[in-house]
């Protein structure tokens, strides 16, 4: 197998023969040699290729363009160019792959992001999105491996349910009847489920039976939401890790989501250091700055009723007046952590109104045990809580929301038998990837995005 620019380029064997696969980055003819640069997209940097006339398809090689991908058996050297510790001295190149340079669309030149999602087959090739590939990879195998350390179990939950979590009747209906069927009574009796089933917008309640078997499970998924949203943060389809703990309260759920975060943040500094540095130049300036802050400083813990006293003081400022008992909107969890702690803020206790009826009572009543993790540049990262393990105040609140008991009384029975304190929350993975990359827009740090009116591959 050959090996990738990555490894080539960390192992160094100088003065060894090298195999490398690629696309042709740039290209440039000197007459009696060319030289490209060849990438993978195993790192941001490419390797400096040299090739000399008398190689049998030199003319060939002159012609190669952007795009062009090759396959390169050579030996690898110092270089003394600047910038670049090796190149390759080709002894064969074998073109694979012609790129027209009339018609490629992804020329060496700087394309708006809002150009490269009409390119969602190519824009994977540009340094910006191929970065973000990279920093997502590892997030999500940095996500693995901090649960696995702390003795999680993966669960996967299935996609395709009948419970709509969240209550908010965002769901969109997975059926396999025609259209003129779905007219008629109760279709759903004689659909392929035998009731209406949904795209899952969250494998929480799942997840909480194996809670109540294994003590510490998590699942990370892609969930959905019907909603008719085109904002910066909200996708159709996007990616959500969600951990339950037994015997957790909310303090222990925060400690989790607090430490879950520091230590990715932490290990992409570590381990991603050429693309952070990209994104710290050219999309985010300060962005290496806030990162070393969040993997160094403890976050910032606050009452709901704190934070709207605080934002209440700023009430001029916003488009959205701020008042007790409605939720927060994104201008408001920004200030409380740009403006007011100038660091990631946990907001606790919120108003059982504006939360689902899975969510701990507080003593009185007028209160949740929910937690949010509000992150600068992008708001509401986590949302969690310690979750309602008393059969008795479950049922009021299922029956507050409107929700059938006998639908969800396979969820009243892991209260019925052997209830004990459990907590977990969700945290979306791509504002995770946007938070720790900069990226502005939630559509460039997913590879196909999902919106509304746009699907396109």
Not at 58 to 63: M, N, P, Q, S
Not at 78 to 91: M, R
Not at 344 to 353: A, L, Q
């Amino acid at each position: 197998m050959h090996r990738t620019i990555r490894q080539l380029l960390q192992s160094q064997p100088v003065d060894q023969e090298v195999h490398v696969q690629g696309w042709v980055k740039t290209c440039r003819d000197s007459g009696g040699l060319c030289f490209f640069e060849l990438t993978d997209g195993s790192c941001l940097s490419g390797v400096q290729v040299l090739a000399e006339a008398h190689l049998d398809n030199f003319e060939a090689i002159r012609h190669l363009s952007t795009g062009c991908s090759v396959g390169v058996t050579g030996r690898l050297v110092e270089s003394p160019a600047k910038g670049q510790a090796v190149e390759i001295q080709a002894l064969k190149v074998h073109v694979l792959g012609q790129a027209d340079p009339a018609t490629y669309p992804l020329q060496k030149k700087r394309h708006s992001f809002e150009y490269l999602r009409s390119l969602s087959q190519l824009r994977s090739r540009t340094n910006a999105l191929g970065a973000v590939t990279r920093i997502r990879a590892a997030l999500s195998y940095g996500v693995h491996r901090f649960f696995h350390e702390q003795g999680f179990l993966q669960v996967h939950t299935p996609i395709i349910t009948t419970s709509d979590c969240e209550g908010a009747g965002e769901m969109f209906t997975v059926t396999s009847l025609e259209a003129g069927a779905l007219q008629q009574p109760d279709p759903y009796a004689n659909d392929f489920f035998g009731r209406r089933a949904g795209l899952t917008v969250s494998g929480q309640l799942q997840a909480e039976i194996y809670a109540m078997s294994h003590g510490r499970v998590y699942t990370f998924g892609p969930t959905f939401r019907a909603e008719n949203s085109n904002t910066s943060r909200h996708l159709a389809e996007f990616w959500m890790l969600e951990p339950e703990m037994a015997f957790c309260d909310l303090a222990c759920d925060m400690d989790v989501a607090e430490n879950l975060i520091r230590y990715l943040v932490a290990d992409v500094l570590t381990n991603c250091e050429e693309d952070l540095a990209l994104f710290n130049r050219f999309v985010s300036k300060g962005l290496l700055k806030k990162l070393e802050q969040v993997r160094d400083k403890p976050f910032q813990h606050l009452t709901c009723t704190t934070a709207v006293a605080e934002l209440e003081k700023e009430n001029k400022r916003f488009a959205f007046p701020v008042q007790w008992g409605s939720d927060l909107q994104a201008e408001h969890e920004r200030f409380l952590c740009e403006k007011l702690a100038d660091r990631p803020v946990i907001v606790t206790n919120y108003p059982k109104s504006i939360k689902p009826f899975y969510m701990r009572l507080d003593e009185g009543g007028e209160t949740v045990a929910a937690m949010d993790i509000l992150v600068p540049g992008i708001g509401e990262m986590v949302g969690g809580s310690q979750r309602e393990e008393r059969l008795g105040l479950l049922q009021s609140r299922m029956l507050e929301a409107g929700l059938d008991l006998d639908e969800y009384d396979w969820y009243l029975d892991l209260r019925r038998y052997g209830s004990v304190p459990h907590a977990g929350f969700g945290l979306g993975f791509e504002r995770l990837v946007q938070f720790v990359t900069g990226m502005a827009n939630i559509r460039d740090v997913i590879p196909f995005p999902r919106t509304p009116g746009n699907a396109p591959c």
